[in-house]
């Protein structure tokens, strides 16, 4: 089994004899971060090769190399369980780690983290998708991401009325737009709402 990072980059396409168009596309590419080793093996996996590896994620760990707020592990949240999904490359030498996160009771959401080149601690991270158990007889809201390309993402909010039965009967609610800037931060560039 390979670990791989993945890179994000736009391309830009040209027309043969025509003016010149942009086609803006995510494309990505693995690259291999070090040689095979097994899962379960004594050799000692750093954090972002643990979530390349989609390992569990200790609290330990967690704490040891995210600003993730306290919120998300403690009190209501004391059983909360993390679990690696992602490494992305991203603009400004920087680091993009999406992790699987359960608290323990009824959500499961992923959580992007940013990690300046050079750092093993995060220097933020947002809630890009979200989803709890549903109680079909109130309003009922979920979250879904899409990357746009190696410096911004999009976060949209779906709203599902009373008693509908479907999640893909969601209406949009709210989208933001994220850009992540040279210093490691998650800027927010845009929030649209559409609800009234």
Known sequence: MRYFFFIITGTTLLGCHSKVKEEKQVIIQPVITRPVVEKDSVISFSFLDSITAKSTLSLEYIKMHTNIDSLYYTGLSSEAAFEGDTVLRLKYGCTGAI????????????????????????SDYREIETGCDRDFSGNYFYTRYKL??????IT?????PPNKEEEDAGTVWEKIKYGISQKGLMDTI???????
């Open 99 to 122: 992790i699987n996160y359960s608290d323990g009771r009824n959500c499961l959401n992923k959580l992007f983290l940013v990690f300046r080149a050079g750092t093993t601690i995060s």
């Open 190 to 196: 845009m929030i649209k709402t559409y609800h009234h």
């Open 156 to 160: 949209t909010e779906y709203y599902i």
């Open 148 to 153: 746009l390309n190696d410096s911004s993402l």
